[in-house]
């Protein structure tokens, strides 16, 4: 089975500009998440997505956006890029209806330049 | 509120030694408790998890949790540690629902020969 795969593996941008991440969660998942893993700020969530819908944001600006295809594959779009979004950006994805846990993929290496 | 605290940021121990890594939990209904380990530059795989039942619970590579709902804790410990052990590690709690979870800040383990 394959598990969660997240692409580019490594972009970089710089001010301003705009940057696209790709999830496809592991078969038969409906639900992605998405974190940022900032250094030295741990694990901040961002956006859960479910059955095409967002469910629920955390504290990010709306600059920070993204969508979930029917095939529930996802995007997260960053628009104009500030030096301090450089980051792992992780994405999960997990089935819905009952407690699940997430499962991971490696991460999308943002650097701002 | 939910919270996780992971008191230890790092900590070193001989290999072969025993580990024990502490979380404290917040949470005002039954918590579905996970742990996770993220090797430098990857994702977070899942170690293992709490929902119910027993509360000793065994996991991958040797690792075991005991949850403590008089101490809201959810120790995870491993008798034997061996250098690819080296990692930081995330205990990690979610609701009901299973849409919310929340991570600690980690603890990163070092292994000396």
């Known amino acids: 089975e394959a598990g969660v795969t997240q692409s580019p593996t490594h972009l970089i941008k710089t001010r301003g500009q705009q940057a696209t991440l790709r999830c496809s969660p592991i078969?038969?998942?409906?639900?992605v998440y998405w974190y940022q893993q900032a250094l030295g700020l741990g694990l901040q969530f961002l956006l859960w997505?479910?059955?095409?819908?967002?469910?629920n944001r955390g504290n990010f600006p709306p600059r920070f956006s993204g969508r979930q295809f029917p095939n529930y594959s996802s995007e997260l779009n960053v628009n104009a890029l500030e030096l301090e979004d450089s980051a792992l950006y992780l994405c999960?994805?997990?089935?819905?209806?009952?407690?699940?846990?997430?499962?991971f993929g490696d991460g999308t290496r943002l650097s701002i330049l | 509120a939910q919270s996780v605290t992971q008191p230890d940021i790092h900590i070193t121990v001989s290999e072969g030694a025993s580990l024990e890594l502490r979380c404290n939990y917040s949470?005002?209904?039954?918590?579905?408790l996970f742990w996770y380990v993220q090797s430098p530059g990857q994702g977070l795989q899942l170690l293992l998890k709490?929902?119910?039942?027993?509360?000793l619970v065994q996991g991958i590579k040797g690792f075991e949790a005991e949850f403590k709902r008089s101490q809201s804790s959810f120790n995870l410990r491993k008798p034997s540690v061996h250098w690819s052990d080296a990692a930081e590690y995330f205990c990690?709690?979610?609701?009901?629902?299973?849409?919310?979870?929340?991570f600690g800040a980690g603890t990163r383990l070092f292994v000396k020969a």
């Open positions: 999960a994805s997990s089935k819905t209806g009952e407690v699940q846990p997430q499962h």
């Open positions: 078969s038969g998942h409906t639900s």
């Open positions: 997505y479910d059955e095409g819908e967002e469910r």
């Open positions: 949470y005002g209904a039954t918590p579905y």
């Open positions: 709490y929902f119910s039942g027993d509360t």
């Open positions: 990690a709690v979610t609701n009901t629902g299973g849409f919310k979870t929340i």
